[in-house]
T-cell receptor, first 115, second 113 residues
């Protein structure tokens, strides 16, 4: 079974630009979560989508947004990029067959550098 | 909200020794505590988890213990091997949905041959 696939793996942007990152979950997984990983703040929850609906959102500004498509693939967008947005953006999927918390399956991430 | 503290931030051991990483959490209602391993250039991968109805869980060389009264849980790795070298994260539920986890800041484990 293929794992979680994230594209692009690496990208460089300049301040003020916007970026879109893509995530394809494991086949059959309906829940997709996004995390930002930085050396200073660690892993921080951005948002979670299930059945094309945002289920939960972390404490990030409105510049960070996402969506999920009918095939469970998800995208996240960051507008008006700031230097502090440089980070590894991780996508995680889960089958969401149990309402209790369970294993998240992470992709390898998209490393964003903002110059 | 939930807060997770993890110690130590770095840990160096000789191959064959044991390694212990400790985490504390703040929300007494938390009921699920996973441990993730992140190798260089990879995403985190679940290695073991424990729910609040048990005090200990083992999987070969890895074990996790949970003390609900003290609100702390620990990862124990025995007979460490060089391939155990990685960054380890503990986590607890952040609430609101299944995919929201609050992670500790991580422990960089180095196993010297």
């Amino acid at each position: 079974k293929a794992g979680v696939t994230q594209t692009p793996r690496y990208l460089i942007k300049t301040r003020g630009q916007q970026v879109t990152l893509s995530c394809s979950p494991i086949s059959g997984h309906r829940s997709v979560s996004w995390y930002q990983q930085t050396p200073g703040q660690g892993l921080q929850f951005l948002f979670e989508y299930f059945s094309e609906t945002q289920r939960n959102k972390g404490n990030f500004p409105g510049r960070f947004s996402g969506r999920q498509f009918s095939n469970s693939r998800s995208e996240m967008n960051v507008s008006t990029l700031e230097l502090g947005d440089s980070a590894l953006y991780l996508c995680a999927s889960s089958p969401y067959m149990d309402p209790r918390p369970g294993e998240l399956f992470f992709g390898e991430g998209s490393r964003l550098t903002v110059l | 909200g939930e807060n997770v503290e993890q110690h130590p931030s770095t840990l160096s051991v000789q191959e064959g020794d044991s390694a212990v990483i400790k985490c504390t959490y703040s929300d007494s209602a938390s009921n699920y505590f996973p441990w993730y391993k992140q190798e260089l250039g990879k995403g985190p991968q679940l290695i073991i988890d424990i729910r609040s109805n048990v005090g200990e869980k083992k999987d070969q060389r890895i074990a996790v213990t949970l003390n609900k009264t003290a609100k702390h849980f620990s990862l124990h790795i025995t007979e460490t091997q060089p391939e155990d070298s990685a960054v380890y994260f503990c986590a607890a539920p952040g609430g609101g949905s299944q995919g929201n986890l609050i992670f500790g800041k991580g422990t960089k484990l180095s196993v010297k041959p």
